[in-house]
C-alpha cells in the first residue's frame, strides 16, 4: 500500500455521533462568523462607545473560534498534515487571544460596573425627580384651592357669610362628607357647634372646652388626626357596614375681642380659638394626605384673618353708629345751647336798657337834688341813694362784660394810649373815697416805665380801678401803695406764677402791677374762692357786705385776654393783701408817638372847660317818657334851652339849625339810626348843624359802629348824672365829638 501522508482518527467514532459533531461544528462555525458582522454593524453605529478595540478583538477571538470549528470538520475523516497544522494553529491563535481578551476583560469590568452604578443613580434621581415634580403639581394644585377658597372667604365682611362660605368650599375642594365648626360660648366654658356643612346636626349642641382632645388641638398650630368617637367628630349618625371616615380637627384662631365686643361672641375669651373639624367620606379607604392637612391648615389661618377683619369693620360700624347717634346728640346739645346764648343775650340786652333807663332816671335825679338846698340828714340820703345806684350800675356792668366774657363776645380795643395818665386817672377817682377813710394813698411808676403803650386802655383801667377799690373797700386804716414797673424775664419764673411761661419780644412788654394795703387781710386757704363768680370771703364779708363778687372773677378774665396772669397774696387775717398782675402791651413806634390823635373821654366828677350853657338850644328825642324828663331835667338844670320830642317824625319835623345839639335815645331798633341818617339829608346843605349824640343803654360794640357809620357825632352811656352831663357838654363843644367806650 501507497504510503500517505495522512492523520487517521486515534478511535473510531460511531456514524451517528460523527454526524451530530459535524453538523454542530458546522452551525457554530456558522454562528461565531455571523457574530462579527453584527460586531461590525454596532461599532459603525456607536460612534460614542469608548471601547472600540475591545469589540475588534472579541471579534478576532470569535472569528478565530469558528475557523477552529470550521477546521474541525476536515478532522473527521482521514485527513493530511496539513490540516492538522492548521488546526493547530488555529488553535493557538485562539488561545492567545482569548487569554488576551480575558486579562482586559479584568480591567473593563469594573468600569462597566461603574457605568451600571451611574446608570442606576441616574434612575434613582430621575425616580426623585418625578416624585418632587409631583410634590410640586401637587403644591400648586393646593396653592390654586388656597387662593380660590381663600378668594371666597374675603369675597365679603360678614363672619356668619365667611364661615359658612368656607365650610361649602372645603368641602367641595377635599370631597368631604361633613365639616364644622365650634364656636367658644360667652362664658367661654364650652364649645358650641355654630355651623354645619351637611346639617344633619342641630346647631347649638355644646361640648366642655376642657376635653382632653380639644386641648391637644388648641395646643397645636397643626391639624391633628382624632378618632371618630370623640364628641366634636360625632357629626352625623352612622348606619351600615361602613365604617365612619378619618376625621381631623385643626384650631381657628379668634381676635381677642376684649377691645371689640362682638354682640354674639364672648367678650373675653379664656380660649382664643374656634375649632374646626372635617371628615372624609364613610364609604371607601381613603386616608388624609400631607397636602390636604397643609391646606386646611393654610385655609384656617385665612379664616382667621378674615374673621378678624369682619370683627373690626362690625366694631368700626357699630363705633360708627354710636358716634353718628353722638353727634346728633352734640349738634342737638349745641343747637340747644346756642339757643339759650342767644334767648340770654336777647335778655340782657332787653335788661339792660330797661334796667339804665329807670337807673338814669334815679341817679340824675339824685343829683340834682344833691345840688338843692338840703338839711344834713337829708343830703346824706341823698348820697346814699347815688351809692347805692352807682353800686347797681357797676353791678349791670359787670354782668353784661362777664357775660361777654363767658361768650367769647368781648373783644379788645387795640389803641395807642397815654400809660403814666392811665394810673394818674385812676388815683384821681380812688382818692377822694380813700381821703373820706382816712387812708393814704401812694403810688410809684418805675423810670423805665414807656409813657405810651398799646393796648385796650379801657379794660386795663377797670381792672387797676377793681383791685386798687377792692384794698380801699376792706381797708379801714393804714396805707395803700401802687407800684408799676415792666416786669424782667427772671421774675417770670416765679414759682407763685408756674403755669405762666410768657414769650419776650422786641415789640411787646409785660406790666407788672402791684397793689398792697394794710388791710383786714385774708385766710390764704381762701384766695382762690375771690376768683369766683359771687363768691366772697365770709369774714371779710360780714366787716363790709358791699360788692358784688364779680370784680376780681372779671378781672381775672381781662388779664387773661391780655396774656397775662393775676394773683393774690395775703399772711392772714389782719396782715393786709398784695394783688399782683401782669398784662402785655404793645410798644408804639417812636414817631408815632408824636402825632397819636386826640382820644376823648367821657369826664368824672372834676370837670374842665366850659361850665356855663345858658342859651345852648338841645333837642332831646326819647320814646320813653320818664327818660325823656330826666334827660331834660339834667339840660334845664345846667341852663339850656330843651326841646323834647317823643317820636322820630316829631323829632324830624322840629329840629332845626337853631339847635346845637340832638341827643336821642338808640336801643337795639333803627328808628334812631334812620332819624340820624334822615337828619343829615335834611341838613345836608348847611355847614352849622347840629351834633347829632346817642343817649343808649345797649353796651354792645356794633351799636358803637352803627352810630359812627350813619354820621352821629357821639355815642353817651345810661346812666347819667349832672356831673357827667356837664362834661358831656363841655367835652362835646370844644372836641366835636365824643364817644364812650362800651
Same mark, same amino acid.
Given at each position: 500500500?501507497?504510503?500517505?501522508?495522512?492523520?487517521?482518527?486515534?478511535?473510531?467514532?460511531?456514524?451517528?455521533?460523527?454526524?451530530?459533531?459535524?453538523?454542530?461544528?458546522?452551525?457554530?462555525?456558522?454562528?461565531?462568523?455571523?457574530?462579527?458582522?453584527?460586531?461590525?454593524?454596532?461599532?459603525?453605529?456607536?460612534?460614542?462607545?469608548?471601547?472600540?478595540?475591545? /469589540?475588534?478583538?472579541?471579534?478576532?477571538?470569535?472569528?478565530?473560534?469558528?475557523?477552529?470549528?470550521?477546521?474541525?470538520?476536515?478532522?473527521?475523516?482521514?485527513?493530511?498534515?496539513?490540516?492538522?497544522?492548521?488546526?493547530?494553529?488555529?488553535?493557538?491563535?485562539?488561545?492567545?487571544?482569548?487569554?488576551?481578551?480575558?486579562?482586559?476583560?479584568?480591567?473593563?469590568?469594573?468600569?462597566?460596573?461603574? +457605568?451600571?452604578?451611574r446608570e442606576l443613580f441616574l434612575k434613582n434621581k430621575a425616580a426623585e425627580l418625578d416624585r418632587e415634580m409631583g410634590l410640586i403639581r401637587t403644591q400648586e394644585e393646593t396653592g390654586r384651592h388656597v387662593r380660590m377658597l381663600t378668594h371666597e372667604i374675603r369675597s365679603t365682611l360678614d363672619r356668619h357669610t365667611i364661615l359658612k362660605?368656607?365650610?361649602?368650599?372645603?368641602?367641595?375642594?377635599?370631597?368631604?362628607?361633613?365639616?364644622?365648626?365650634?364656636?367658644?360660648?360667652?362664658?367661654?366654658?364650652?364649645?358650641?357647634?355654630?355651623?354645619?356643612?351637611?346639617?344633619?346636626?342641630?346647631?347649638?349642641?355644646?361640648?366642655?372646652?376642657?376635653?382632653?382632645?380639644?386641648?391637644?388641638?388648641?395646643?397645636?398650630?397643626?391639624?391633628?388626626?382624632?378618632?371618630?368617637?370623640?364628641?366634636?367628630?360625632?357629626?352625623?349618625?352612622?348606619?351600615?357596614?361602613?365604617?365612619?371616615?378619618?376625621?381631623?380637627?385643626?384650631?381657628?384662631?379668634?381676635?381677642?375681642?376684649?377691645?371689640?365686643?362682638?354682640?354674639?361672641?364672648?367678650?373675653?375669651?379664656?380660649?382664643?380659638?374656634? /375649632?374646626?373639624?372635617?371628615?372624609?367620606?364613610?364609604?371607601?379607604?381613603?386616608?388624609?394626605?400631607?397636602?390636604?392637612?397643609?391646606?386646611?391648615?393654610?385655609?384656617? %389661618?385665612?379664616?382667621?384673618?378674615?374673621?378678624?377683619?369682619?370683627?373690626?369693620?362690625?366694631?368700626?360700624?357699630?363705633?360708627? %353708629?354710636?358716634?353718628?347717634?353722638?353727634? +346728633?346728640?352734640?349738634?342737638?346739645?349745641?343747637?340747644?345751647?346756642?339757643?339759650?346764648?342767644?334767648?340770654?343775650?336777647?335778655?340782657?340786652?332787653?335788661?339792660?336798657?330797661?334796667?339804665?333807663?329807670?337807673?338814669?332816671?334815679?341817679?340824675?335825679?339824685?343829683?340834682?337834688?344833691?345840688?338843692?338846698? /338840703?338839711?344834713?340828714?337829708?343830703?346824706?340820703? +341823698?348820697?346814699?341813694?347815688?351809692?347805692?345806684?352807682?353800686? /347797681?350800675?357797676?353791678?349791670?356792668?359787670?354782668?353784661?362784660?362777664?357775660?361777654?366774657?363767658?361768650?367769647?363776645?368781648?373783644?379788645?380795643?387795640?389803641?395807642?394810649?397815654?400809660?403814666?395818665?392811665?394810673?394818674?386817672?385812676?388815683?384821681?377817682?380812688?382818692?377822694?373815697?380813700?381821703?373820706?377813710?382816712?387812708?393814704?394813698?401812694?403810688?410809684?411808676?418805675?423810670?423805665?416805665?414807656?409813657?405810651?403803650?398799646?393796648?385796650?386802655?379801657?379794660?386795663?383801667?377797670?381792672?387797676?380801678?377793681?383791685?386798687?377799690?377792692?384794698?380801699?373797700?376792706?381797708?379801714?386804716?393804714?396805707?395803700?401803695?401802687?407800684?408799676?414797673?415792666?416786669?424782667?424775664?427772671?421774675?417770670?419764673?416765679?414759682?407763685?406764677?408756674? %403755669?405762666?411761661?410768657?414769650?419776650?419780644?422786641?415789640?411787646?412788654?409785660?406790666?407788672?402791677?402791684?397793689?398792697?394795703?394794710?388791710?383786714?387781710?385774708?385766710?390764704?386757704?381762701?384766695?382762690?374762692?375771690?376768683?369766683?363768680?359771687?363768691?366772697?370771703?365770709?369774714?371779710?364779708?360780714?366787716?363790709?357786705?358791699?360788692?358784688?363778687?364779680?370784680?376780681?372773677?372779671?378781672?381775672?378774665?381781662?388779664?387773661?385776654?391780655?396774656?397775662?396772669?393775676?394773683?393774690?397774696?395775703?399772711?392772714?387775717?389782719?396782715?393786709?393783701?398784695?394783688?399782683?398782675?401782669?398784662?402785655?402791651?404793645?410798644?408804639?413806634?417812636?414817631?408815632?408817638?408824636?402825632?397819636?390823635?386826640?382820644?376823648?373821654?367821657?369826664?368824672?366828677?372834676?370837670?374842665?372847660?366850659?361850665?356855663?350853657?345858658?342859651?345852648?338850644?338841645?333837642?332831646?328825642?326819647?320814646d320813653n317818657g320818664v327818660s325823656r324828663t330826666v334827660t331834660k331835667g339834667l339840660l334845664m338844670h345846667l341852663g339850656c334851652d330843651v326841646t323834647t320830642a317823643s317820636s322820630s317824625e316829631e323829632c324830624l319835623r322840629v329840629v332845626s339849625l337853631e339847635h346845637e345839639v340832638v341827643f336821642m335815645d338808640v336801643c337795639t331798633g333803627l328808628d334812631g339810626y334812620e332819624l340820624a341818617v334822615r337828619i343829615h339829608e335834611k341838613l345836608t346843605k348847611h355847614q352849622d348843624r347840629p351834633l347829632i349824640v346817642a343817649l343808649t343803654g345797649n353796651t354792645k360794640r356794633v351799636t358803637k359802629e352803627t352810630c359812627m357809620r350813619v354820621g352821629m357825632d357821639?355815642?353817651?352811656?345810661?346812666?347819667?348824672?349832672?356831673?357827667?352831663?356837664?362834661?358831656?357838654?363841655?367835652?362835646?363843644?370844644?372836641?366835636?365829638?365824643?364817644?364812650?367806650?362800651?
Amino acid at each position: 500500500m501507497e504510503s500517505c501522508n495522512c492523520i487517521d482518527p486515534q478511535m473510531a467514532a460511531d456514524d451517528l455521533l460523527v454526524k451530530y459533531q459535524y453538523m454542530s461544528d458546522f452551525f457554530i462555525a456558522l454562528a461565531y462568523f455571523s457574530i462579527p458582522l453584527e460586531l461590525i454593524y454596532f461599532v459603525k453605529k456607536s460612534a460614542v462607545f469608548p471601547y472600540r478595540w475591545v /469589540l475588534v478583538q472579541f471579534g478576532a477571538f470569535i472569528v478565530l473560534c469558528g475557523a477552529t470549528h470550521l477546521i474541525n470538520l476536515w478532522t473527521f475523516r482521514i485527513h493530511s498534515r496539513t490540516v492538522a497544522i492548521v488546526m493547530t494553529t488555529a488553535k493557538v491563535l485562539t488561545a492567545v487571544v482569548s487569554c488576551a481578551t480575558a486579562l482586559m476583560l479584568v480591567h473593563i469590568i469594573p468600569d462597566l460596573l461603574s +457605568v451600571k452604578t451611574r446608570e442606576l443613580f441616574l434612575k434613582n434621581k430621575a425616580a426623585e425627580l418625578d416624585r418632587e415634580m409631583g410634590l410640586i403639581r401637587t403644591q400648586e394644585e393646593t396653592g390654586r384651592h388656597v387662593r380660590m377658597l381663600t378668594h371666597e372667604i374675603r369675597s365679603t365682611l360678614d363672619r356668619h357669610t365667611i364661615l359658612k362660605t368656607t365650610l361649602i368650599e372645603l368641602g367641595r375642594t377635599l370631597a368631604l362628607e361633613e365639616c364644622a365648626l365650634w364656636m367658644p360660648t360667652r362664658t367661654g366654658l364650652e364649645l358650641q357647634l355654630s355651623y354645619t356643612l351637611r346639617q344633619q346636626n342641630p346647631v347649638g349642641f355644646t361640648v366642655p372646652i376642657h376635653l382632653p382632645v380639644i386641648n391637644q388641638v388648641f395646643s397645636s398650630n397643626r391639624a391633628v388626626k382624632i378618632s371618630h368617637n370623640c364628641p366634636v367628630a360625632r357629626l352625623r349618625p352612622y348606619a351600615g357596614k361602613y365604617m365612619p371616615g378619618a376625621v381631623v380637627a385643626v384650631r381657628v384662631p379668634l381676635l381677642h375681642l376684649s377691645n371689640f365686643q362682638i354682640y354674639d361672641w364672648p367678650e373675653v375669651s379664656t380660649r382664643n380659638y374656634a /375649632l374646626m373639624v372635617l371628615m372624609l367620606p364613610s364609604d371607601s379607604a381613603r386616608q388624609w394626605h400631607v397636602h390636604e392637612l397643609e391646606l386646611v391648615e393654610v385655609v384656617a %389661618d385665612q379664616v382667621a384673618v378674615a374673621l378678624s377683619h369682619a370683627a373690626i369693620l362690625e366694631e368700626s360700624m357699630r363705633a360708627r %353708629d354710636q358716634l353718628m347717634e353722638q353727634n +346728633v346728640a352734640l349738634d342737638l346739645a349745641r343747637r340747644e345751647a346756642e339757643t339759650a346764648i342767644r334767648a340770654r343775650n336777647d335778655f340782657l340786652a332787653v335788661m339792660n336798657h330797661e334796667m339804665r333807663t329807670p337807673m338814669h332816671a334815679v341817679i340824675a335825679l339824685s343829683s340834682l337834688l344833691q345840688e338843692t338846698d /338840703l338839711t344834713a340828714e337829708q343830703r346824706l340820703m +341823698v348820697e346814699t341813694i347815688l351809692k347805692s345806684s352807682n353800686l /347797681l350800675a357797676t353791678l349791670i356792668n359787670d354782668v353784661l362784660d362777664l357775660s361777654r366774657l363767658e361768650d367769647g363776645s368781648l373783644q379788645l380795643e387795640e389803641a395807642t394810649f397815654n400809660l403814666h395818665s392811665l394810673f394818674r386817672e385812676v388815683l384821681n377817682l380812688i382818692k377822694p373815697v380813700a381821703s373820706v377813710k382816712k387812708l393814704s394813698l401812694t403810688s410809684h411808676l418805675a423810670s423805665d416805665l414807656p409813657t405810651y403803650a398799646i393796648g385796650d386802655e379801657k379794660r386795663l383801667m377797670q381792672t387797676i380801678l377793681n383791685v386798687v377799690g377792692n384794698a380801699v373797700k376792706f381797708s379801714k386804716e393804714g396805707c395803700i401803695s401802687v407800684t408799676a414797673f415792666i416786669a424782667k424775664p427772671e421774675s417770670f419764673r416765679d414759682p407763685r406764677i408756674p %403755669d405762666f411761661l410768657p414769650v419776650p419780644s422786641d415789640s411787646h412788654f409785660y406790666l407788672r402791677v402791684q397793689v398792697k394795703d394794710s388791710g383786714s387781710g385774708i385766710n390764704p386757704q381762701d384766695i382762690p374762692k375771690l376768683f369766683s363768680k359771687f363768691a366772697q370771703n365770709q369774714s371779710l364779708a360780714t366787716r363790709n357786705p358791699a360788692g358784688s363778687g364779680l370784680g376780681l372773677a372779671i378781672c381775672r378774665r381781662f388779664v387773661n385776654l391780655m396774656e397775662g396772669h393775676i394773683w393774690i397774696e395775703s399772711e392772714g387775717i389782719g396782715k393786709g393783701c398784695t394783688a399782683t398782675f401782669i398784662v402785655k402791651l404793645g410798644i408804639p413806634d417812636r414817631s408815632n408817638e408824636l402825632k397819636l390823635p386826640f382820644v376823648p373821654k367821657v369826664p368824672g366828677n372834676h370837670v374842665h372847660g366850659r361850665t356855663n350853657f345858658a342859651g345852648l338850644k338841645v333837642l332831646v328825642m326819647d320814646d320813653n317818657g320818664v327818660s325823656r324828663t330826666v334827660t331834660k331835667g339834667l339840660l334845664m338844670h345846667l341852663g339850656c334851652d330843651v326841646t323834647t320830642a317823643s317820636s322820630s317824625e316829631e323829632c324830624l319835623r322840629v329840629v332845626s339849625l337853631e339847635h346845637e345839639v340832638v341827643f336821642m335815645d338808640v336801643c337795639t331798633g333803627l328808628d334812631g339810626y334812620e332819624l340820624a341818617v334822615r337828619i343829615h339829608e335834611k341838613l345836608t346843605k348847611h355847614q352849622d348843624r347840629p351834633l347829632i349824640v346817642a343817649l343808649t343803654g345797649n353796651t354792645k360794640r356794633v351799636t358803637k359802629e352803627t352810630c359812627m357809620r350813619v354820621g352821629m357825632d357821639g355815642l353817651i352811656l345810661k346812666p347819667i348824672s349832672v356831673d357827667k352831663m356837664r362834661g358831656v357838654l363841655s367835652e362835646l363843644l370844644e372836641r366835636r365829638v365824643l364817644f364812650e367806650t362800651v
